[in-house]
């Protein structure tokens, strides 16, 4: 499948790579945010030392709105960059058809195409 050039992919790596930043940049700040007992509680550690992987790993315990969103992004960007390790980024996960580039412009982390997405949005909500 011809899908997505090598510039691309890396254009949208890079966009991934940003967010990443941006996100740690945040669920930091929301822990430093929080009072240092609970901090220690969930982490054990100080978060500023950790790494983003190791960071990761001990947030999955963290029952916060604010941070399982961030959470989610990163996990997002993370299944995304195992995509474009096994070649098989921009590739619509449910069809396997080519996701448009400029999708994926809008979201780097879209694994379906839009009319899979719509599908399962429309399956979700039961409608
Ligand atoms: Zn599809």
Not at 31 to 55: C, I, K, N, P
Request: overall charge negative; charged content about 35%; hydrophobic content about 35%.
């Amino acid at each position: 499948m011809p899908g997505l050039e090598q510039k691309q992919i890396d254009h949208l790596a890079a966009m991934m790579d940003e967010r990443w930043a941006r996100e740690f940049r945040e669920i930091r700040s929301l822990f430093s945010a929080t009072d240092e007992d609970r901090q220690q509680v969930t982490l054990g550690e100080g978060v500023d030392e950790a790494t983003d992987d190791a960071l990761l790993v001990k947030l999955s315990a963290v029952d916060d709105p604010l941070i399982r969103q961030n959470l989610q992004d990163v996990r997002d960007i993370a299944a995304a960059r195992q995509r474009i390790a096994a070649g098989k980024y921009g590739e619509c996960t449910d069809c396997g058809a080519d996701i448009a580039y400029e999708r994926l412009l809008a979201y780097p982390t879209a694994k379906r195409c839009i009319d899979c997405q719509r599908e399962h949005e429309t399956r979700k909500t039961g409608r």
